[in-house]
């Protein structure tokens, strides 16, 4: 059904902004309030050297604790996507960006908020500073042994192999990032078994 925007109100104007939308769809008019925080970006990072995939664990207010994600963080204005997922990973983790591969964009929650997040993942190896965030972010780089489905994360492997995940993560950006990951090695494996039983019936 057709619909149009007949008129927007600034409601709060700071850091963010937050808009009321009065809309019209067919023969019904209603309003809408959408937060306009722009754009950001997010990267899984593996190190190359370490063998080691860095994560970052700081303070989030809306789930009132500490918790562990990929590197992630708002574009700032004018700044192209691979540009502001380098300057994040410098600023986080403070790694060099050697290889990034872009996995995806996509709304974080259409219902209510205009941001869209480019997901990438990203190779690392030379460190050139220290990381840790800007502004009191008080992140600290958490290093990851190996990653499985539905975001379990493992940080090392017991030598009786009774390995249990000690982090399942929680916010929907690591969870897409890891999943992909996790399946594409899936898949590549499935695809390599098959192809040495090919090789090998010839």
Do not use: C
């Not at 840790?132 to 539905?150: A, K, Q, T």
């Amino acid at each position: 059904m057709e619909y149009e925007v007949i008129k927007r109100e600034e409601k709060y104007s700071g850091k963010f902004k937050i808009e009321e939308l009065t809309i019209k769809q067919g023969d019904k008019e209603f309003k809408s309030e959408v937060f306009n925080r722009g754009n950001s970006v997010a990267a899984l990072v593996y190190n190359t050297e370490t063998k080691k995939y860095l994560f970052t664990e700081q303070y989030r207010a809306g789930a009132d604790g500490l918790m562990i994600e990929i590197v992630a963080g708002k574009m700032e204005e004018g700044e192209k996507t691979q540009d502001s997922i380098k300057r994040e990973i410098v600023e986080e983790l403070g790694y060099k960006s050697d290889k990034i591969v872009h996995i995806t964009d996509f709304y974080l929650s259409p219902g209510g908020s205009t941001e869209i997040m480019a997901l990438f993942y990203v190779e690392v190896s030379e460190k050139i500073s220290d990381g840790g965030g800007i502004e009191g972010e008080n992140i600290r780089v958490v290093e990851v042994e190996d990653l499985g489905l539905n975001g379990n994360l493992f940080f090392e492997f017991p030598e009786d192999g009774d390995v249990t995940p000690p982090y399942k993560l929680i916010d929907a950006k690591s969870l897409m990032a890891v999943n992909w990951f996790v399946q594409g090695k899936m898949m590549k494996s499935i695809w390599e078994t098959v192809s040495d039983f090919k090789m090998k019936s010839l």
